[in-house]
């Protein structure tokens, strides 16, 4: 099934199950008369109930993402956040900071790339901070990654990285690793730092096509300029599957651990994962990897996120969500939008349920309600915080925040 509509003049289209980062087009949000309105097209509207939680920003907020910092010295333990937002047609990235465990965000710093302004188009922006020296860039310096481009005409995507040195205030461009050479996509970058010391930047892929549909694709650099061509991580034997919207952590005994979706006219947009050793090598890329289902038979489909918390026995403790939450029999289940999944024994479970920090109304396929939430453990592992997107009364989809009510240790 196919969604689309026309926005300031802008065109989005989604596939049920395939092309959801469409929605993510400048034409989320435009100025009229000084206040920034978004889209209110039929199901956005309907489902116009907010979210449990506090609101991080009175206008649009998308695709957030939160990292807390461990290598910038006096500045260890501040809590980062940042969303897409947009001002008129131009995209731009809000870093917020958060020194009282997530109880409260101030916004810090603004990304202002030039391949997002103007009409050109922003999403899916990702948040890291360097653990180790990678070049001449210092452990603690942050790196903020978009994909850029897709409302331009020829479409001719990029995803441009930028680096900040002062925790998060002010930024400068580093690299732009790919410029797609076709109109295929190039989706939601995320970051990781392999064991030898190299810089990866992993996305979903669209440019292949029609060989594959999407592919989660990784990138390398020893220092964050130079970067390698592309390798293929995840890239189905089936032309249509569309793997995407990997996540990847480091977890027990330094393991690397991506997340991710496979959506397709043949897949549900299920979470899948896939270990790795040293960050570099993660398998056979034919090999779809195993799925995440609670004991219960529930699980979750599109946008999952992951975080860990360590010293909980030698897994530590995994935390899990997504957009959907599907019974066994493949219903919505009762809990949708109000759950996470908890794993004390690494990625293969079993994975329990608890309410999730913020509460979101009834999501649904769409690129706004629950979409790509992330977690983080704070207080010292025993609450989860959690920045989730819910369209408010006027019909703009904002971000919320909150801190799980209950204790997550058992």
Same mark, same amino acid.
């Given at each position: 099934?196919?969604?689309?509509?026309?926005?300031?003049?802008?065109?989005?289209?989604?596939?049920?199950?395939?092309?959801?980062?469409?929605?993510?087009?400048?034409?989320?949000?435009?100025?009229?008369?000084?206040?920034?309105?978004?889209?209110?097209?039929?199901?956005?509207?309907?489902?116009?109930?907010?979210?449990?939680?506090?609101?991080?920003?009175?206008?649009?907020?998308?695709?957030?993402?939160?990292?807390?910092?461990?290598?910038?010295?006096?500045?260890?333990?501040?809590?980062?956040?940042?969303?897409?937002?947009?001002?008129?047609?131009?995209?731009?990235?809000?870093?917020?900071?958060?020194?009282?465990?997530?109880?409260?965000?101030?916004?810090?710093?603004?990304?202002?790339?030039?391949?997002?302004?103007?009409?050109?188009?922003?999403?899916?922006?990702?948040?890291?901070?360097?653990?180790?020296?990678?070049?001449?860039?210092?452990?603690?310096?942050?790196?903020?990654?978009?994909?850029?481009?897709?409302?331009?005409?020829?479409?001719?995507?990029?995803?441009?990285?930028?680096?900040?040195?002062?925790?998060?205030?002010?930024?400068?461009?580093?690299?732009?690793?790919?410029?797609?050479?076709?109109?295929?996509?190039?989706?939601?970058?995320?970051?990781?730092?392999?064991?030898?010391?190299?810089?990866?930047?992993?996305?979903?892929?669209?440019?292949?096509?029609?060989?594959?549909?999407?592919?989660?694709?990784?990138?390398?650099?020893?220092?964050?300029?130079?970067?390698?061509?592309?390798?293929?991580?995840?890239?189905?034997?089936?032309?249509?599957?569309?793997? !995407?919207?990997?996540?990847?952590?480091?977890?027990?005994?330094?393991?690397?651990?991506?997340?991710?979706?496979?959506?397709?006219?043949?897949?549900?947009?299920?979470?899948?994962?896939?270990?790795?050793?040293?960050?570099?090598?993660?398998?056979?890329?034919?090999?779809?990897?195993?799925?995440?289902?609670?004991?219960? !038979?529930?699980?979750?489909?599109?946008?999952?996120?992951?975080?860990?918390?360590?010293?909980?026995?030698?897994?530590?403790?995994?935390?899990?969500?997504?957009?959907?939450?599907?019974?066994?029999?493949?219903?919505?289940?009762?809990?949708?939008?109000?759950?996470?999944?908890?794993?004390?024994?690494?990625?293969?479970?079993?994975?329990?349920?608890?309410?999730?920090?913020?509460?979101?109304?009834?999501?649904?396929?769409?690129?706004?309600?629950?979409?790509?939430?992330?977690?983080?453990?704070?207080?010292? !592992?025993?609450?989860?915080?959690?920045?989730?997107?819910?369209?408010?009364?006027?019909?703009?989809?904002?971000?919320?925040?909150?801190?799980?009510?209950?204790?997550?240790?058992?």
């Amino acid at each position: 099934m196919e969604y689309a509509t026309e926005i300031g003049g802008f065109v989005m289209a989604a596939h049920r199950r395939g092309l959801k980062a469409w929605f993510l087009l400048t034409a989320l949000a435009v100025l009229v008369g000084g206040a920034v309105v978004g889209t209110t097209n039929g199901p956005a509207a309907q489902a116009a109930t907010g979210a449990s939680g506090t609101l991080l920003r009175q206008n649009v907020g998308l695709y957030p993402r939160l990292v807390r910092l461990q290598h910038s010295g006096s500045a260890n333990g501040t809590i980062l956040g940042s969303v897409v937002t947009f001002d008129g047609n131009t995209g731009l990235g809000a870093i917020y900071a958060s020194r009282d465990e997530g109880k409260s965000f101030e916004q810090i710093g603004t990304v202002a790339d030039p391949a997002s302004a103007n009409g050109k188009g922003l999403c899916c922006a990702t948040l890291y901070e360097l653990p180790r020296r990678v070049g001449d860039l210092p452990a603690g310096t942050l790196l903020w990654a978009s994909s850029a481009g897709q409302s331009t005409n020829p479409r001719q995507m990029s995803i441009p990285i930028w680096a900040s040195h002062d925790h998060g205030r002010t930024w400068s461009h580093l690299a732009t690793p790919v410029v797609a050479q076709n109109t295929g996509g190039l989706w939601e970058p995320e970051f990781t730092v392999t064991r030898d010391g190299r810089l990866v930047v992993f996305y979903s892929d669209e440019t292949d096509q029609p060989a594959h549909s999407q592919m989660l694709v990784a990138q390398s650099s020893a220092d964050g300029v130079h970067w390698t061509d592309r390798e293929r991580v995840v890239a189905s034997d089936d032309p249509a599957a569309r793997p !995407g919207m990997s996540i990847v952590r480091r977890i027990a005994g330094g393991r690397y651990l991506m997340t991710y979706e496979v959506c397709g006219p043949s897949y549900d947009c299920k979470v899948h994962y896939r270990e790795s050793s040293d960050g570099a090598q993660w398998g056979d890329p034919s090999d779809l990897g195993p799925t995440v289902r609670a004991a219960d !038979g529930t699980y979750f489909e599109h946008t999952p996120t992951i975080t860990w918390e360590p010293g909980r026995g030698r897994e530590g403790r995994l935390f899990l969500t997504g957009q959907m939450l599907y019974a066994a029999d493949g219903t919505v289940a009762e809990g949708n939008g109000r759950t996470v999944f908890v794993s004390d024994n690494g990625p293969a479970g079993p994975w329990r349920a608890i309410p999730a920090p913020v509460s979101v109304p009834d999501p649904y396929n769409n690129y706004c309600p629950n979409y790509s939430s992330p977690l983080l453990t704070v207080r010292n !592992g025993t609450r989860l915080l959690e920045i989730a997107t819910a369209y408010d009364s006027d019909g703009v989809c904002k971000a919320y925040y909150a801190t799980g009510s209950e204790p997550v240790a058992r």
